[in-house]
Every structure is written in C-alpha cells, then in structure tokens.
C-alpha cells in the first residue's frame, strides 16, 4: 500500500496480486432498494461497535434498506451484491426531537448508511471490500431473476435461504451525481467512506417491494426489525455510476 500525502488514507491496495488504486470507479450497474421503517431499539443492537446511532426519523423507529446490486462494469469486476443497512449519524444518542431533523436530512439525502451484511457472490470482491473499507462482505449465493417490469433476488447464505426481494424495474428520470457517505469499524475503529453515485432510468415508488424471508441468521435478524412489512418506497437505477473514496478514519 501507498499512503498519500498529508497522511490520508492509502490510495493503492494489492489484493490477490492484484493493484486496486483509489477511487473505486462503477461505471455500470443495475441497481434496486426496498427502504422500511424498523423498530429502532432492535436496529441499535446491530451496529457493533461505538460511535454511531441509528438515526430515528420517527420516535422508535429508524430506516433500514435492502438494496440488490448486480454489477456490470467495476474495477473490482461484475458481480452480484445484496446490502442490508441502517441510516445512522455518527455520535451519541438521539436527543430531543431528533427524529425530525433526521427526517428532514433523510429526505435530502443527508444520512450516512452503515452495513450490516454486504454479501457479494466473487472471491475477489469480498477480500476487497474488507481490506480496504471494512465492508462486512462474505461470498454467499444470490440469485437474480430479470422480468421486463420486475427484478426479484434471491439471498443463501452458507447454503441456507435468507431473503427474495422482487422489485420493480423501470424509470424515465436521471438522478444527478450525489455526494453520500457509509460508516464502517476498522479493527474497531470508526471510518467515513464517501462515495459518489448517479443514475439513468431511475425510478422511485411508494411501496412496491415484495419481501420474503427465510431460516437463517439474516432473516432472524430481520424479523427481529419488524419486517417483512409494506416498504415505505422502492427505487430503481436502470445505468448507475459511481465511485468510491478510500476509508477516512474518524
């Protein structure tokens, strides 16, 4: 690894033999997410580690989305990718009527995700995403069924069935390049990884998810959330790009 001036974070990796320069560049995915409200004390029980809280945009309840990604052009290759994670602000508790600013921030796309599970279905990935970001990406099998209107996904991990998210594909709109943030535990440490994504075709519906759940430790962690229950929206990114910057301790 190289570290780059002004002791910030590495801008060149090897993994696998392989040289992995930051940023990180997508420059073309399909991807699809369900965003549900979840009961908020079970959320906080998934972050492991210190420094973050999940950010409640009613009291109690907090947001977590289910996003399925399958990349076609990446410079960490093409593969399939499922992300369970919670909208969170780094820092202590929520406070007094925080919910309302979170929901404001929220609708402006203001909060930082964390990761919960990352599975992805390429050695390659998986080592990369861990080493360099803390990303908590194991290598599981996942399906993904493509209808014209419909995409539907399906998640097994170490063999047992997790999860089928069906979505619906479709959007007129392009959603322009915009800043977002996601929070990962390095050796227990908190890091800030920014990235930048936009979109074409992009669509955005209430509802619209259909989530099934399965017998394995996701899915336990998922009905202890409250779900499967009616998703607030779902959202469809037909040709998305983006980058991604290294982890910057926090």
Same mark, same amino acid.
């Given at each position: 690894?190289?570290?780059?001036?002004?002791?910030?974070?590495?801008?060149?990796?090897?993994?696998?033999?392989?040289?992995?320069?930051?940023?990180?560049?997508?420059?073309?995915?399909?991807?699809?997410?369900?965003?549900?409200?979840?009961?908020?004390?079970?959320?906080?029980?998934?972050?492991?580690?210190?420094?973050?809280?999940?950010?409640?945009?009613? #009291? $109690?309840?907090?947001?977590?989305?289910?996003?399925? +990604? @399958?990349? /076609?052009?990446?410079? &960490? %290759?093409? !593969?399939?990718?499922?992300?369970?994670?919670?909208?969170?602000?780094?820092?202590?508790? #929520? $406070?007094?009527?925080?919910?309302?600013?979170?929901? +404001? @921030?929220? /609708?402006?796309?203001? &909060? %930082?995700? !964390?990761?919960?599970?990352?599975?992805?279905?390429?050695?390659?990935?998986?080592?990369?995403?861990?080493?360099?970001?803390?990303?908590?990406?194991?290598?599981?099998?996942?399906?993904?069924?493509?209808?014209?209107?419909?995409?539907?996904?399906?998640?097994?991990?170490?063999?047992?069935?997790?999860?089928?998210?069906?979505?619906?594909?479709?959007?007129?709109?392009?959603?322009?390049?915009?800043?977002?943030?996601?929070?990962?535990?390095?050796?227990?440490?908190?890091?800030?990884?920014?990235?930048?994504?936009?979109?074409?075709?992009?669509?955005?519906?209430?509802?619209?998810?259909?989530?099934?759940?399965?017998?394995?430790?996701?899915?336990?962690?998922?009905?202890?959330?409250?779900?499967?229950?009616?998703?607030?929206?779902?959202?469809?990114?037909?040709?998305?790009?983006?980058?991604?910057?290294?982890?910057?301790?926090?």
């Amino acid at each position: 690894m190289v570290a780059t001036p002004g002791g910030a974070a590495s801008s060149v990796h090897w993994v696998q033999g392989r040289e992995v320069r930051m940023p990180v560049v997508v420059r073309h995915a399909s991807s699809g997410s369900a965003t549900f409200l979840v009961a908020a004390a079970a959320a906080r029980r998934l972050i492991r580690g210190a420094g973050l809280d999940v950010a409640e945009v009613l #009291p $109690g309840r907090a947001l977590c989305s289910i996003a399925v +990604i @399958d990349y /076609a052009d990446n410079d &960490l %290759g093409d !593969y399939h990718e499922v992300s369970i994670a919670l909208f969170v602000r780094p820092g202590g508790g #929520p $406070g007094p009527r925080a919910w309302l600013r979170n929901a +404001i @921030d929220m /609708a402006r796309g203001r &909060l %930082g995700t !964390y990761i919960v599970h990352l599975p992805v279905d390429q050695g390659f990935t998986c080592e990369a995403g861990r080493m360099i970001w803390g990303f908590p990406k194991t290598v599981q099998k996942i399906d993904f069924e493509y209808r014209p209107e419909r995409l539907t996904c399906k998640l097994f991990f170490d063999g047992v069935f997790e999860l089928a998210l069906s979505l619906p594909r479709g959007g007129a709109r392009a959603m322009p390049d915009t800043d977002l943030a996601t929070y990962t535990f390095i050796e227990g440490v908190l890091h800030r990884t920014a990235f930048r994504s936009g979109a074409d075709g992009f669509g955005v519906r209430l509802g619209g998810a259909e989530l099934t759940l399965g017998s394995g430790p996701i899915a336990a962690e998922l009905r202890c959330l409250g779900l499967p229950r009616r998703a607030l929206l779902t959202t469809w990114m037909e040709r998305m790009h983006g980058r991604f910057e290294a982890a910057e301790k926090i």
